[in-house]
């Protein structure tokens, strides 16, 4: 009887498994970014705060040269 050396058989490694792609709806959350929430703007104040040019000038009286 001859033997017929069978050649090595190819090791096929397992088919991987079929990622689900992601969800459009749904986009990840990243950890350093917070919720989406509606941009609010500031509540504005009744009255601007007055610039340094529109203050009234200061009182001499504060002002007091050393003795």
């Not at 919720?35 to 504060?62: A, D, G, N, Q, W």
């Amino acid at each position: 009887m001859c033997e017929i050396p069978l050649p090595p058989i190819p090791i096929i490694p397992p088919p991987r498994p079929i990622e689900p792609p992601p969800r459009p709806m749904e986009p990840p959350l990243r950890p350093s970014e917070p919720p989406l929430r509606p941009i609010e703007p500031p509540p504005r104040p009744s009255e601007p705060p007055p610039r340094p040019s529109e203050l009234p000038p200061r009182p001499e009286r504060l002002i007091e040269p050393p003795l």
